[in-house]
């Protein structure tokens, strides 16, 4: 990332919090210049990163009224459901402060009365189980060293679960390792009646743990999938052909 301008960096107890710019580009990167977050400044709701337009598939479950994200990271993912329906209230729950300032003063974030900010480790967030069930929790949680342990563990998983409404869906953004993971594979399937994946060409591997049963025929997902395209700005075709049960 030579060429990249240094707009902002920031220590806190966590580590480093930086922001590059390049022309109409903007990065957030923890530690190493990572890439944290993409925002292409004339389209803030357009996702820069094929995880989050993967992430994205889980509007094919319908359209959610109120749901939980956690990592705010640059506010990529509230950036494109805000896009797709301003009537989404998002609780997006964030553990370092300077992240949140950072998001607010460099990525646009879209502030609204349907946006609650949390500052607050995800784990204790979710471990109050709150009473106000949501349709979608996306988990997007990563620091400079890779991707938080505890969201495979079976006590997050079990809040994620009480939070989620009936027909609820967990949405986990993981390392392409993951995949291989028959433990987090297992408590999956011991929790949700139906779980789904997504291999991205990023190296990402983005599952989908829905409550209920899905009755999905690929006919009718491409259909969907090119509807929703349009409202979205992007294509949502090229991570449905990886979309795939996860057995």
Known sequence: MEDYQLLASVDDEFGSVSVLELGDTRILTFGHHDEQSKLNKKLPHQ??????KAMLLSLLYGTPRRVIVLGLGGGLLVHALRNFDPAIKITAVELRQSVIAIAKQ?????????????????????????????????????????????????????????????????????????????????????????????????????????????????????QQAQQMS???????????TRFEEWR
């Open 47 to 52: 996702p820069q990163h094929t995880y989050l």
């Open 106 to 222: 460099y990525f646009m974030l879209p502030l609204s009365k349907k946006l609650t900010v949390v500052q607050q480790d995800a784990a204790e967030y979710m471990a109050t189980r709150d009473d106000r069930r949501v349709d979608a929790i996306y988990c997007d949680l990563f620091h400079a060293d890779g991707m938080q342990a505890f969201q495979r563990e079976s006590d997050f998983l079990d809040n994620c679960l009480y939070q989620l409404k009936d027909n609820g869906l967990l949405v986990l953004n993981c390392w392409k390792e993951a995949r291989g993971d028959a433990e987090l594979r297992q408590r999956l399937l011991e929790r949700f009646a139906d779980v789904r994946a997504c291999l991205t060409g990023s190296g990402n591997w983005v599952i989908f743990a829905a409550r209920r049963p899905q009755l999905f025929s690929q006919a009718a997902l491409k």
């Open 230 to 240: 349009a409202k979205l700005a992007f294509d949502l075709s090229q991570p449905l």
